[in-house]
């Protein structure tokens, strides 16, 4: 059930997120549109690859034993870990997770495994939030309103991009490389996901910018556009130029 907000003029935004989840767990999992087989048929091989890039999470497997760490095209590498980056990085609005129904962090957790499963759902079933916290802030609050999440993920995505460029010289040059993952992304259900993950995530990463500016007593809307139209570096930009919480001087 979608719980109707605080301020009944915002209704509009959750029918569209809620509307925005229908159609992605209904095209993207469950319908025969896109390449592959869905979830419902889902294969070994699917799993495997799945497991294989868990294996090779952020690179430390294939980076201290090559050997042994699965051999994955480093494209769809580098777009898994761009994925789950820019999942991780909505922690940064923990801090909406404040006097909500229902609790923020578990569906924090589920968008850095499923993605916008549970973030555009999060965003269907939240209550509207612009109020300042009351002290105190707690340990994961704080990390969250932290400069090191954002500049440590923006250091993950740069190593990402680098890893598909260059690693693993047998997948050949950079026009090789391209070719091959758009033939993968064009084939592959999973890899496929990461790719439509990466544009809703884009169309959706602004949409808890107005309640933190406003709780944070910061007008900056031109910021506001750059969140919205610079895909999830503009999410980079607001996290490290928005100013901290009262609460945070308060509670130290």
Do not use: C
């Amino acid at each position: 059930m979608i719980l109707l907000p605080k301020n009944p003029a915002n209704i509009l935004p959750k029918i569209i997120a809620a509307s925005a989840w229908v159609v992605y767990v209904g095209y993207l999992l469950l319908s025969d549109f896109p390449p592959g087989p869905s979830l419902l048929h889902t294969q070994p091989e699917t799993i495997q690859e799945a497991l294989d890039l868990s294996l090779n999470f952020w690179f430390v497997l294939p980076a201290i034993f090559p050997n042994t760490a699965p051999v994955i095209n480093p494209g769809l590498e580098a777009i898994f870990n761009i994925v789950v980056a820019w999942g991780l990085l909505f922690w940064g609005f923990l801090i909406d997770g404040r006097n909500q129904r229902f609790p923020m962090v578990p569906f924090l957790i589920g968008t850095a495994f499923l993605t916008n499963v549970f973030y555009l759902l999060w965003l269907a079933v939240r209550q509207d939030n612009p109020e300042v916290p009351q002290p105190p802030l707690t340990r994961a609050e704080k990390f969250a309103e932290s400069k090191f999440l954002p500049i440590f993920l923006t250091g993950m995505v740069v190593a990402s991009l680098v890893w598909g460029l260059w690693a693993r010289p047998e997948f050949g040059d950079l026009t090789a490389r391209w070719e091959s993952l758009l033939t993968l992304i064009s084939n592959d259900r999973l890899a496929y996901s990461f790719w439509i993950d990466m544009i809703v995530f884009w169309l959706f990463q602004g949409w808890l910018v107005k309640d933190d500016m406003v709780r944070r007593n910061y007008e900056n809307w031109g910021l506001l556009w750059v969140v919205r139209i610079l895909p999830l570096f503009g999410l980079v930009i607001y996290f490290l130029k928005r100013p901290g919480l009262a609460v945070v001087a308060q509670d130290k």
